[in-house]
């Protein structure tokens, strides 16, 4: 294609095709200049006389004007009519004309706003390469030559900044020292080519040159304007002094040994995993660590910049070999010598890579490893050739290989997790916005997986976050995390195949096994997953190693909930055989536990399947009218979970079980059924609803007195005693109570007394009748004195005895007793809770209402957070104690301790009281 071009950037000239145009004399080629200066503006004659001429010019200067214009056409040829006439003025028309000035400056901004330091380079160098000389030099005596000069120098120097910069960023400091150094010397006044200098020499190892540099700028700067250099090189030569880790940058060369995968995307999180790897592969003894986890963790990017890291250590570079689509594992020593570009001439290609690897010192990425496992002895063998070759596997499986360190990679933290889903959306969608507490549950709800995390997000812009966030809730997660990037591979498209592959590399019938264990919610004990799936010890030690079963201490394990959707996809039609077996176990595991071991040991015992246990309610509930009678088994299960879940979370939406039980298994046994009425009441007076409670509680008196069972009849009235009280009916709860009271007795001991005689104090106490409460306890403290807990219970009730007595010096020596025992114990809140109503009073007769206004407040908290709500007996005891107390702080004074409160939990609002009290 044809092309005139002018060039400025040197003396003016003109060529077409490469071949240099005669543009006749001075005059003549000055009004090429001024046009070519000027375009694409139309010139007046009279601006161009001026330029040209000045106050000298001919006599008739329009006519001079044409003759040059004519003759520059006949010069110009085909590309004559570029010259326009315009009235009384002329034009450069551009079209068609390269002028190297605006060429220039194009490319100076393209290299500006060029993110690659490599591009920006070439840029810069091929606009510098432009210039000739200095700029206009044969036609400096026009007018707007000067100015026009001036900013093409300012151009030229920015040009040479953003070189600087690129260079500085790609590790070339040795390579930019010498070329800015005569640019500094030009113009001494330019700050940000002196800074870059400085940075260039500080990073080539020169920190004293760097610093003369630095004086000689200040120096000048000092003489020529009598100011100090600008705070940015201030600020440059103090991290110099101190040799700021900030200001280094990888040299070029240490660049060149990484032969690694270029990530189109930042790493988010994984600091710590990243600086235990490395740490771990410096180690003079750890030659060969082995990177695990489930697909879709991070291993590969783990891989990548932990070789990054590594890189100074390794004189022969970091090298990474891609094994995701090698499926033979005799292939493997081929594709590590096609990465290292070893010659093998169709030879013994293991012997070409030991003698390649032999006198080395390299790191060896092998990403990918599980499919190829067969291959393990080919590493061994090349560690056992090239004793300074340390090799990172990446694998859902451990190589088992002598001196191997494995790493199982865990899924992102939750402070991780949310900022990687958001800039992942914001990929996709800028303006995504959404709470940080919802991102984090979404997240958990994609078990922190990178994979599933990232292809969920990147579909924000098509379903909205709400939408994703319900869909994920209702374990939809294999159908959102979808749609991945198609230049992956493909199991890395979908979260699905991603599993897919790690099961497919399991035995059939290890497969099949794995998909039982969808049903377990939350986790399993060795013992449950024999019982309900059939998987033994061996296989579960098999889907560890291959990472898709989780060990998560303690004897139990877990499937994260993608690979445990997946897992349901697989187990098909056999998934109710499955369920139901599993809702039996359960039923069993409760049943068996329930009454033979202490309550907190049930407690802890059952915590940990509270999700199994939901489950196995579910499939009870679901297959209820396969029971004779109906129900019964369900009934079974809610009644003994009732009182577990009175201790544990009395609120819960979990104690609605109770109720749907006992209206589906009518038919079912008197004694169970009141046992169930029985449950169901004490967790509804601890939801506040007493008048509820005292109905189901006097149904389940009514169903037990007759029955074979004493002991729930015992425990039924004691509880009916005790809520009578709780809605304020002391005087009918203290014969409840005495009655509860003989009863027990007449068991001869198969019920503690404790219970019963500590709620009959506490009536005592409300009733104003400090005898009786003071006999009850010291009863309780007689036969109960070696039960460290118990006793510590009757001293808190003594406290509360001695403040009705008027001697709160004793109230404090008694709680000084209870309240180490009490807070040592888990599943003690509400105990703590009375305590510090104790304490309350007793802040309350120290003339310290504002401390009994702060634990109140913390003791409101706790209600709130569980959801129960103080009963009346217990808020006219409040109100006797402390409400006239209370009343008597200024609004501001209170509201000031109730803030101080309402930030404490339930231990620290104790200490606090400890501290300020006894």
């Known amino acids: 294609m044809h092309c005139l071009r002018i060039a400025v950037l040197g003396p003016l000239e003109a060529t077409i095709d490469g071949a240099p145009i005669d543009l006749g004399s001075r005059k003549q080629r000055a009004v090429l200049g001024v046009l070519t200066a000027l375009a694409p503006a139309a010139v007046p004659v009279e601006r161009l006389v001026d330029e040209i001429w000045g106050d000298a010019g001919p006599a008739n200067p329009l006519r001079s004007l044409q003759v040059y214009v004519s003759a520059l056409r006949s010069a110009l040829g085909e590309y004559g009519d ?10 450069l028309i551009a079209d068609g004309v390269e002028i190297d000035a605006e060429r220039f400056s194009r490319l100076v901004r393209q290299a500006a706003a060029e993110p690659d330091p490599d591009a920006a380079v070439a840029l810069v160098d091929e606009a510098l390469a432009l210039w000739r000389g200095e700029p206009w030099q044969d036609l400096r005596d026009l007018p707007l030559v000067a100015p026009v000069v001036v900013a093409l120098e300012a151009e030229r120097l920015t040009a040479a900044a953003v070189r600087a910069r690129a260079l500085l960023s790609l590790g070339r400091h040795r390579e930019l020292v010498p070329w800015l150094e005569p640019l500094v010397e030009q113009h001494p006044l330019n700050e940000e080519l002196r800074g870059h200098l400085m940075l260039a020499l500080h990073r080539s190892d020169r920190q004293a040159d760097a610093l003369e540099v630095y004086a000689a700028g200040r120096e000048t700067k000092a003489d020529e304007t009598g100011l100090d250099p600008g705070e940015d090189l201030q600020r440059l030569q103090a991290a110099i002094l101190t040799d700021d880790p900030a200001l280094r940058v990888e040299d070029v060369e240490l660049r060149s040994r990484r032969h690694l995968p270029a990530p189109v995307t930042s790493l988010v999180g994984r600091e710590t995993e990243i600086a235990s790897v490395v740490a771990l592969l410096r180690e003079p003894d750890n030659r060969l660590v082995t990177i695990t986890g489930p697909g879709g963790i991070g291993k590969t990017r783990l891989s990548i910049a932990v070789a990054r890291g590594l890189a100074a250590d390794h004189p022969d570079g970091v090298w990474f070999v891609a094994l995701d689509a090698v499926h033979d594992h005799r292939l493997v020593a081929g594709a590590v010598a096609d990465a290292l570009e070893v010659e093998t001439s169709g030879g013994d290609v293991p012997a070409a890579l030991k003698a390649h690897l032999r006198d080395l010192r390299m790191l060896l990425v092998l990403d990918n490893f599980e499919q190829v496992d067969d291959a393990a002895p080919l590493v061994s063998d090349l560690l056992a050739a090239a004793a300074g070759l340390r090799v990172l596997v990446t694998s859902r499986v451990r190589l088992r290989l002598y001196g191997e360190r494995v790493v199982p990679l865990d899924p992102l933290a939750t402070i991780d997790a949310g900022p990687l889903f958001v800039e992942r959306a914001r990929g996709v969608d800028p303006g995504f916005d959404a709470p940080p507490d919802t991102v984090a549950q979404l997240c958990d709800q994609l078990d922190g997986i990178p994979l599933a995390i990232e292809l969920v997000a990147a579909r924000v812009d098509e379903i909205p976050f709400e939408t994703l966030h319900k869909q994920l809730a209702e374990r939809q997660a294999l159908d959102l995390a979808t749609h991945g990037p198609r230049d992956r591979s493909s199991r890395q498209r979908t979260l699905r195949d991603a599993i897919a592959w790690s099961v497919a590399l399991l035995p059939e019938e290890l497969a099949g096994r794995f998909a039982r264990l969808a049903v377990f919610d939350g986790g399993f004990t060795a013992g449950a997953a024999a019982a309900v799936t059939g998987v033994t010890s061996a296989d579960l030690t098999a889907l560890v190693r291959a990472s898709l079963v989780v ?23 056999a998934h109710d055989q499955v369920a139901d077996a599993h809702a039996e176990w359960y039923r069993r595991f409760v049943l068996d536990a329930d009454g033979r071991i202490s309550i907190p040991a049930w407690i802890k015992l059952i915590d940990p399947d509270r999700a199994n246990l939901r489950a196995a309610l579910e499939r009870l509930y679901v297959t209820a009218h396969d029971d004779t009678p ?17 201790h544990v979370g009395p609120a819960s939406a979990d104690t609605e079980w109770l109720p749907r039980a006992l209206a589906l298994a009518t038919d079912a046994d008197p004694t169970l059924r009141g046992s169930a009425a029985y449950a169901l009441a004490i967790c509804r007076g601890e939801q506040g609803l007493v008048e509820e409670a005292i109905e189901h509680c006097r149904t389940a008196y009514d169903l037990l007195r007759d029955g074979p069972d004493p002991l729930w009849a015992a425990r039924a009235l004691n509880s009916l005693a005790s809520l009578t009280h709780d809605i304020g009916h002391s005087e009918e709860a203290a014969p409840l109570l005495d009655e509860s009271i003989a009863l027990r007795r007449t068991l001869g001991g198969a019920l503690p007394l404790a219970i019963p005689l500590s709620n009959r104090a506490s009536v005592a106490v409300q ?25 510590a219970f009757a001293m808190m009730g003594m406290a ?21 025992t009490v807070m040592a114990e888990d599943y003690q809140d509400y105990r703590l809770m009375e305590c510090l109503e104790t304490f309350a009073a007793l802040a309350v007769v120290r003339g310290r209402a504002d401390l009994a206004a702060t634990l109140l407040a913390a003791v409101d908290r706790a209600y709130a957070d569980e959801g129960s709500v103080m009963v009346p ?11 006239a107390a209370l009343a008597a702080l200024g609004p501001e004074a209170r509201r000031a301790a109730e803030d101080r409160g309402t930030a404490l939990d339930l231990q620290a609002a104790v200490r606090l009281a400890r501290q300020e009290l006894l």
Do not use: H, K, N, Q
């Open 82 to 91: 570029r010259l326009a006439t315009e009235g009384r003025a002329y034009r």
């Open 873 to 883: 007996a217990d808020i006219r005891l409040r109100e006797r104690r402390t409400g």
């Open 551 to 573: 060990d998560a201490g303690g004897g139990r394990f877990r499937l994260l909930e993608t690979l445990r959707e997946y897992a349901g996809e697989l187990l098909g039609d």
């Open 800 to 820: 509360d005895v001695e403040l009705l007595a008027g001697d709160p010096d004793a109230a404090a020596v008694c709680l000084r007793t209870a309240v180490e």
């Open 767 to 791: 009733l104003g009748d400090a005898a009786t409460a003071r006999s009850c306890l010291e009863e309780i403290l007689r036969v109960e004195g070696d039960d460290e807990l118990e006793a």
């Open 630 to 646: 109906v129900g019964v088994r369900l009934l079974e299960l809610t009644s003994a979970l009732g009182r577990y879940w009175y």
